[in-house]
């Protein structure tokens, strides 16, 4: 089956850096991949959606100058979190549509568990 | 305003047999996904319904009725590695996934 991969799986920044998260789509080419944000004993929450060679659409409420989302190929997309803060740590995940597409299952990476001290 | 309901929790007893209840209110409908998540895990894909009935995959089926916005998890001899939290999700019209909130499950030997 489609193999989604993201990295890291943990991070520990200081407040007001900047961390970069990679989820790339292994054996599949992915034009559409999706970020969620899940807190503690919550669900998903999207936070936006990543197309290959064109700006993210983020959800409502997601500030785009804080979570940059990049899309440069079809196999990569990478989240920033800049300027990091406390309020921000979270469990990110990121998504994609499998081989399938839209009648398919979404694969998801393994997460990335992000800590601002 | 688009919506999925289903219990925050539920336990049940090693061996028996659970049922997980979604019912959902969305603007479209192009399909039904369950996730099984373990606690600070990523989900993992269980099932996928577009058509009425029930899909039987080993100890899992799901089923779904359309006309009533109502779908159900259910696992079988249950296990104790079964304990996870379970999210239903269902794509809308515009192809965007709308999400419960997940139903924690609880098995007890």
């Known amino acids: 089956g489609a193999v989604v991969s993201q990295h890291p799986s943990r991070v520990i920044c200081k407040s007001g850096t900047s961390v970069k998260i990679e989820c790339r789509s292994l054996d599949f080419q992915a034009t559409t991949m999706f970020w969620y944000r899940q807190f503690p004993k919550q669900s998903l929450m999207l936070m936006a959606t990543s197309n290959e060679g064109s700006k993210a659409t983020y959800e409502q409420g997601v500030e785009k100058d804080k979570f940059l989302i990049n899309h440069a190929s079809l196999t990569l997309s990478t989240l920033t979190v800049t300027s990091a803060h406390p309020e921000d740590s979270s469990f990110y995940i990121c998504?994609?549509?499998?081989?399938?597409?839209?009648?398919?299952?979404?694969?998801f990476g393994e997460g990335s568990r992000l800590t601002v001290l | 305003g688009q919506n999925i309901d289903q219990p925050t929790e539920m336990t049940a007893t090693e061996g028996a047999i659970v049922q997980i209840n979604c019912t959902y209110q969305?603007?479209?409908?192009?399909?039904l996904f369950w996730y099984q998540q373990h606690a600070g895990e990523a989900p993992t894909f269980l099932s996928y319904?577009?058509l009425d009935g029930l899909e039987e995959k080993g100890r899992f089926s799901s089923f779904l009725s359309r006309s009533k916005g109502y779908s159900y998890l259910l696992l079988k001899e249950l296990q104790m590695k079964d304990s996870a939290s379970y999210l239903c999700?269902?794509?809308?019209?515009?192809?965007?996934?709308?999400w419960g909130a997940g139903t924690k499950l609880i098995i007890k030997p």
């Open positions: 999700a269902v794509r809308d019209s515009n192809y965007q996934l709308i």
């Open positions: 969305t603007s479209g409908f192009n399909g």
């Open positions: 319904n577009v």
């Open positions: 998504s994609a549509f499998g081989l399938a597409g839209h009648t398919g299952e979404l694969f």
